[in-house]
């Protein structure tokens, strides 16, 4: 196959909600506010705030509606968060969020365990969703976690992917995420699945997210960039990962991702000296060393130095 990339490609900060989610020790509401005016600064023109859903179930996430309210909302810019039912679109409507996401497994077994229903099954009860989002003119996106694999099933077929994207179309819903929660994606899967699913829904505005558990996120993100996707969900310091995968790390990082962009020439619009800021940031908040690999070595930039005339020695020679 030709290797071609796109010239531009876009980029969602998803490290408020789902790195932050995953998290002991997270960021008070002031920082979350001071951290997404940051990364708005930087850039990103979406970005993941938060989620509406039980402050039992994920008390990092109990405040998303103060910080929705307090964050300097830059015009251009999508601030989105996770919705999991009509409860959720309501608190989006009173806090002035005006892009919420739905999210379902492509699990038979994980969503017939959990919900007794299949994934199709779950989009249809979506609808009323939907319909509450439209009211109060909120623009609203879908969401397939482990579309790549799972721990209950191993690999995702296609046809059960696109079982659930047309579930979602049935309901409204055209702009839809393909989420390997699980970390089991690999570069020839995604390539395949990316081309199949570009070429059945070419009316889907489609985004990938992955996470980084075996090392494979950036090399993933190559593959759905050569199969037409150009649009890609990253965190910050690359803080995350999925609290229902055993082992399982966090998302891409932000800064690796942006930094492999920069050399390859693909352009994202974001400053990556910024983002490495908010990322130093956000280590010193969580309390531990994160899978950033430019927080650890810097930009391949940073190595070019100028060494004075006679300083130059060549190492092969004994």
């Known amino acids: 196959m030709d290797f071609e990339l796109p010239k531009k490609i876009k980029l969602c900060e998803v490290g408020p909600r789902d790195g932050i989610q995953n998290e002991k020790i997270y960021p008070s509401t002031q920082e979350k506010i001071e951290l997404i005016n940051k990364v708005s600064d930087a850039g990103f023109k979406v970005i993941e705030v938060g989620s509406f859903v039980s ?33 959720g679109v ?20 994980h969503n ?10 779950s989009v249809d009860r979506f609808a009323s969703c939907v319909e509450k989002a439209r009211e109060s003119e909120i623009g ?14 191993k690999e995702i077929s296609v046809d059960n992917v696109k079982n659930i994207v047309e579930a979602y179309l049935k309901v409204g819903v055209d702009e839809i995420s393909l989420s390997d929660a699980s970390g089991m994606a690999y570069p020839t899967q995604v390539y395949e ?8 829904y070419p009316e889907v505005t489609w985004w990938l997210h992955f996470h980084n558990t075996r090392g494979l996120g950036l090399a993933n993100i190559i593959a759905g960039m050569q199969a037409g996707f150009d649009r890609f969900d990253s965190s ?14 966090g998302n891409v990082s932000t800064e690796d991702l942006l930094h492999m962009c920069l050399e390859c020439g693909i352009e994202t619009g974001i400053d990556i000296d910024k983002m490495l800021d908010v990322a130093t940031k956000v280590v010193d908040i969580v309390g531990h060393k994160t899978d950033s690999y ?22 092969t020679q004994k």
Not at 62 to 83: H, P, Q, S
Not at 112 to 121: D, I, Q, R, W
């Open 55 to 87: 402050p039992k179930a994920v008390p990092q996430m109990a405040d998303t509606d103060e910080v929705f309210k307090k964050i300097n909302k830059k015009a251009g810019v999508e601030y989105r968060a996770l919705v999991a039912n009509l409860k």
């Open 236 to 249: 910050f310091a690359g803080v995350g990962g999925c609290p229902f995968v055993p082992g399982a790390a």
């Open 193 to 200: 699945m990316c081309c199949e699913m570009h070429k059945s």
């Open 90 to 109: 309501e608190r989006a409507a009173a806090c002035g969020c005006k892009k919420v996401k739905l999210n379902v497994s492509a699990s038979v077994a």
């Open 140 to 153: 609203i996106s879908g969401s397939i976690s482990m579309a790549f694999g799972s721990p209950w099933d």
């Open 112 to 121: 017939l365990a959990n919900l007794n229903c299949t994934p199709s099954a």
């Open 294 to 315: 430019l927080l650890r070595a810097g930009k391949t930039s940073d190595l070019i130095r100028e060494l004075p005339k006679g300083q130059i020695k060549n190492n």
